[in-house]
Nanobody
Framework: QVQLVESGGGLVQAGGSLRLSCAAS????????MGWYRQAPGKQRELVAA???????NYADSVKGRFTISRDIAKNTVYLQMNSLKPEDTAVYYC???????????????WGQGTLVTVSS
């Protein structure tokens, strides 16, 4: 079993900042990728930002220059610093990880339960 626990969502005014955290726990030997997706009401889930074990990152065009993804490998935790938030950033944000799970060393994709971010105008 592998779990992702998110925290840091909430209500913020436009132009404000929030920091999301996501910690992985359970039976795994490594994490290949960690990232954040979001889903707004009536829309499909979309990638916000992701980071790989080799250190590369990628961002959705809509958040480039405003959001920063970072990772603490020792803590199995990924963060999303969100600055200059806009009402259109309002969504449920989901943490995602690609891990090497025990006991059979298989690749496993895991999702968090989601955390709501609401940006008021």
């Amino acid at each position: 079993q592998v779990q992702l626990v998110e925290s840091g969502g909430g209500l913020v005014q436009a132009g404000g900042s929030l920091r999301l955290s996501c910690a992985a726990s359970g039976r795994f030997v490594g994490i290949n990728t960690m990232g954040w997706y979001r889903q707004a009401p009536g829309k499909q889930r979309e990638l916000v930002a992701a980071t790989r074990s080799v250190g590369s990152t990628n961002y959705a065009d809509s958040v480039k220059g405003r959001f920063t993804i970072s990772r603490d490998i020792a803590k199995n935790t990924v963060y999303l610093q969100m600055n200059s938030l806009k009402p259109e950033d309002t969504a449920v944000y989901y943490c995602n990880a690609g891990v090497v799970a025990l006991p059979d060393y298989r690749d496993l994709e895991v999702w968090g339960q989601g955390t709501l971010v609401t940006v008021s105008s």
